[in-house]
């Protein structure tokens, strides 16, 4: 059973999200420039990957929370072009920067708003899928975000949240910590002038949770259903969280339907599989396998 925090905690977390509001008000300008630059373009695919698993009906609507610069929005929309887009973002100078890139009849699509995440401006069940992308890391805490995205889905909908894995984890023979302690921050600094922001990046990444906490705390948020995949040696992991809804089984023939040749299927457990043990869990196989 999950206690409620203290009062001192939901100052300290309201402080947090001032801070974080503040921090990427500051490097809104340089923010995709260093994403796309940092990652080597990887970030692109990332979040390619991200829309393509949130599945939502035609004509639906899709939650982007922390949408930032809209880029995740903007994937969504590439593939599911019939959709609308709630950008939901603390952040305004994120999304005005954004904002920007809506031309073309995009603005009909892809509504752009300031919102808390633990509290979110919309109705139950009134979304389709919800995406967030390297968002879920600076929402403290992260079960009443969890919590406020499974309320405002529809059943079935799904939850799709790409993030970096923890950096607690050496990957390749802690070439990736190196980079994340060093090179990020540097990197940060030169270009944007704030490398307490890039360090701030680097610390969060540390101390996030493993895919397989991350996996169970959904399953205390609620989620009926729940998997993981591991991309580029587990840097970084794309987790999906199922509402509960009348359609699972025939979501899991689309998706093995949808997969590439050569892509691993994507793996799931309920709260009735072993896989919820602390030992042997699924997405072991998907993390040696890549
Ligand atoms: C690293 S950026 C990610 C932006 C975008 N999703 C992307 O893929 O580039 C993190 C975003 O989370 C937003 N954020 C942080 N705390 C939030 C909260 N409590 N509610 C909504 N957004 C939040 C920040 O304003 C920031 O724009």
Redesign the pocket.
Request: glycine content about 12%; cysteine-free.
């Given at each position: 059973m999950q206690r409620s925090p203290t009062q001192e905690e939901s100052q300290r977390d309201q402080l947090h999200?001032r801070q974080?509001?503040a921090m990427?008000g500051r490097i809104?300008r340089w923010?995709?420039f260093l994403?796309h630059t940092l990652s080597l373009g990887l970030?692109i695919y990332w979040?390619w990957r991200l829309a393509r698993v949130a599945l939502p009906k035609p004509g639906g609507v899709v939650l982007?929370?922390?949408?930032?610069?809209?880029?995740?929005s903007l994937a969504l929309l590439r593939q599911y072009p019939n959709i609308r887009v709630a950008a939901?973002?603390?952040?305004l100078p994120?999304?005005a920067r954004g904002k920007l890139k809506l031309t073309g009849g995009l603005e009909e699509r892809i509504l752009p708003a300031q919102?808390?995440?633990?509290l979110l401006p919309l109705p139950d069940e009134s979304m389709d899928a919800a995406t967030?992308?390297?968002?879920i890391?600076?929402?403290r805490p992260r079960m009443a975000?969890h919590k406020e995205v499974l309320r405002c889905l529809k059943p079935g909908g799904r939850f799709c949240i790409?993030e970096f894995g923890t950096g607690r984890r050496k990957v390749w023979g802690g070439l990736y910590n190196f980079y994340l302690d060093k090179v990020l921050p540097g990197v940060g600094r030169l270009f944007s002038g704030d490398r307490a922001a890039y360090r701030y990046?680097a610390e969060t990444i540390r101390e996030f949770p493993d895919e397989r906490q991350l996996s169970r705390e959904l399953m205390d948020a609620g989620y009926a259903r729940v998997f993981h995949v591991a991309m580029l040696s587990g840097i970084v992991y794309l987790h999906v969280a199922e509402k509960m809804g009348p359609e699972q089984p025939k979501r899991e023939r689309q998706e093995r339907d949808a997969a590439p040749l050569g892509e691993p299927p994507l793996r799931c457990f309920t709260p009735l599989d072993p896989g919820l043990a602390p030992h042997a869990e699924p997405g072991d196989e998907e993390e040696s396998g890549r």
């Open positions: 999200g974080v509001a990427f809104a923010y995709d994403n970030d979040r982007d929370l922390a949408a930032g610069t809209l880029d995740v939901v973002d603390y952040t994120m999304l919102g808390d995440g633990r967030i992308a390297f968002g890391r600076n929402i975000a790409l990046l």
